[in-house]
């Protein structure tokens, strides 16, 4: 195995946080009634893609009725039908959408991650259960060696990314580095590019905060920094 494989069994098994451990079982034991009868995954979701990915996209946690039920990140709901599709359409993708784990779907120079691996109630993870699942994303982002571009979807999800840095001593402050659907940052000398997006949760999404045009944007940008920065 190799060392992310490694890894991703850790965060399989992992029990850390009670509450969420809890409500993960708990939603695989009542279902939603469209999937009625299934067999959830309700443990925590590890990341998913390339491993010698230049792109890492950083969202929030798994949906109750999509990673949570099938094992994958943003699989089987409708941010991922967004998400992938818009992954599609910049080229990182093998498919526009994403319903299981075994529907053959490939990422090619990408890596989608989480701060908190686990479904919190209400989308809401607590500090301490952020904290706690930390040290995955810290061991995971030491792995992917290649990364030159990070989308960061939705506030938690760039507080997340930018935590991890500060931790390693690269990042003084925090301060600078406002969220704004399509804002840039460039954290520190050397280190990748930060594009940020809003979450293409279903609020999101529901409302036209977050369009399927704007998403795609976000990742064809991606694509061109990527190809600015130098070929794959």
């Known amino acids: 195995m190799t ?4 890894l991703n069994d850790e965060i399989v098994h992992c029990f850390r946080c009670p509450r969420l451990v809890a409500h993960r079982e708990e939603i695989g034991r009542v279902q939603r009634r469209a999937y009625r009868g299934e067999s959830y995954w309700s443990r925590p979701v590890p990341g998913f893609g390339d491993p010698d990915a230049r792109l890492l996209i950083v969202g929030l ?12 990140m ?31 779907l490939r990422l090619s120079d990408a890596y989608i991650t989480a701060p908190v691996r686990c479904v919190p109630p209400d989308n809401k993870p607590s500090r301490e259960e952020i904290l706690a699942c ?26 997340a990314y930018l935590s991890v840095l500060q ?40 409302t036209g905060r977050l369009t399927a045009v704007m998403l795609r944007n976000i990742f064809v940008e991606a694509r061109r920094l990527l190809n600015a920065l130098k070929p794959a």
């Open 3 to 6: 060392e992310l494989q490694v």
């Open 61 to 72: 946690a798994p949906g109750a009725h999509g990673a949570n039920r099938t094992g994958r």
């Open 74 to 104: 943003f699989t089987g709901d409708r941010s991922g039908e967004f998400l992938y599709r818009a992954l599609w359409e910049a080229g990182f993708a093998s498919q526009p959408s994403s319903l299981a784990r075994d529907d053959g």
């Open 134 to 159: 930390r040290p995955y994303m810290v061991r995971e982002l030491a792995l992917l060696k290649r990364v030159e571009v990070v989308v960061a979807l939705g506030g938690i999800g760039l507080a």
């Open 167 to 206: 931790g390693r001593g690269v990042l003084k402050s925090r301060a600078a580095f406002r969220f704004g659907h399509g804002s840039m940052h460039r954290t520190h000398e050397g280190g990748p590019l930060v594009l940020a997006s809003y979450h293409p949760s279903q609020q999101n999404t529901s």
